[in-house]
């Protein structure tokens, strides 16, 4: 019920190409979906995040798709750069406790030049 | 403005040994949060903090884990007896109050092998 499904594990892209990383969850509550980026050997950071009032949320080169009504939602990298080479994670969380977020498994996204 | 400081950033040690990891949250946030992340489980919350007074431990994977807020600047996580299934990198991260769209801030975190 608190699991966030995440695929794929792992994407080679290149240069220019568009990123696609997909993200299911099973519990209706969860109301906020934020997308971290990390890099070797460093913490996660907040990259981008949804409100399921929205279908789709978009900054910059960066875009979150958002499916309600399939429980799906998917972060799109346009125009993708070797320096966005990095593992992906999407999350979950309820009004009941915005910080206790359900992390998917994670993406390594690779950008070749 | 510095970030969330954890220490130490590697820890080697004998299976049966107490572990203890050290974290200075943000100045300001009144939210402070421990995970661990392993390729097997992936990024795993194990407890969180209000205003130093633990507020959701279910994370907490068994007794020999314990977590301890004594002031807003300081947290640690200790493992006693730490096993080898213990290794994994902990993160400690911070933000204010957590609605939606606010950040956490992760810290580089402390990377545990236990031998």
């Known amino acids: 019920q608190q699991q966030v499904k995440q695929s794929p594990q792992s994407l080679i892209v290149q240069k220019g190409g568009i990123s696609i990383i997909n993200c299911a969850y099973e519990n209706t509550a969860f109301d906020y979906f934020p997308w971290y980026q990390q890099f070797p050997g460093k913490g996660p950071a907040l990259l981008i995040a949804?409100?399921?009032?929205?279908s789709e949320k978009k900054e910059g080169r960066f875009t979150i798709s958002f499916n309600k009504s399939a429980k799906q939602f998917s972060l799109h990298i346009m125009d993708s750069q070797p320096g966005d080479s990095a593992t992906y994670f999407c999350?979950?969380?309820?009004?009941?406790?915005?910080?206790?977020?359900?992390f998917g498994q994670g993406t390594i996204l690779t950008v070749h030049p | 403005d510095a970030g969330v400081i954890q220490s130490p950033r590697h820890e080697v040690t004998e299976m049966g040994q107490e572990v203890t990891l050290r974290c200075k949250p943000i100045s300001g946030h009144d939210y402070l949060f421990w995970y661990r992340q392993t390729m097997m489980r992936g990024l795993e919350l194990l407890i969180y903090f209000n205003n130093n007074v633990p507020i959701d431990d279910s994370g907490m994977p068994e007794d020999r884990f314990s977590a301890k807020m004594p002031n807003a600047s300081f947290s640690t996580l200790k493992i006693q007896p730490s096993e080898p299934r213990d290794s994994a990198v902990y993160f400690c991260a911070s933000s204010e109050v957590p609605t939606a769209g606010q950040p956490q801030h992760f810290g580089d975190g402390t990377r545990l092998s236990i031998l």
């Open positions: 999350a979950a969380s309820s009004g009941t406790s915005y910080g206790k977020l359900t």
């Open positions: 949804i409100r399921p009032d929205v």
